[in-house]
């Protein structure tokens, strides 16, 4: 395993908005937390123990994550959304 780096080294942006909304998530992360491996983990632990508690820039975190544009949803499924739908006799045809 290798080790984390140091807090001091954890300060890009990235990392520190990531910090950021983890904390006022608060224990709603927790799946978050279970879906990383333990290096990054680690990195975001030392990243969080880095930045101060201060409430007001963990609220400007979020206020600026929701602010952000978010990816429209595409108007056209993708094809392997579309073979997924179709039944299986049909797709059974499609391969003789």
């Not at 807090?7 to 709603?28: C, D, F, K, N, P």
């Not at 994550?65 to 059974?92: C, D, M, V, Y």
Request: a negative charge.
């Amino acid at each position: 395993m290798t080790p984390a780096k140091p807090a001091s080294e954890a300060t890009s942006a990235g990392l520190i908005r990531s910090a950021s909304l983890l904390r006022a998530l608060g224990t709603q992360a927790t799946d978050v937390w279970a879906a990383l491996s333990p290096e990054d983990a680690a990195l975001l632990s030392a990243t969080l123990d880095a930045l101060p508690e201060d409430q007001a820039s963990t609220n400007d975190a979020v206020e600026a994550f929701l602010r952000e544009p978010k990816p429209h949803p595409s108007t056209n499924p993708g094809i392997w959304t579309q073979l997924s739908a179709l039944p299986a006799a049909t797709l059974a045809k499609m391969l003789d």
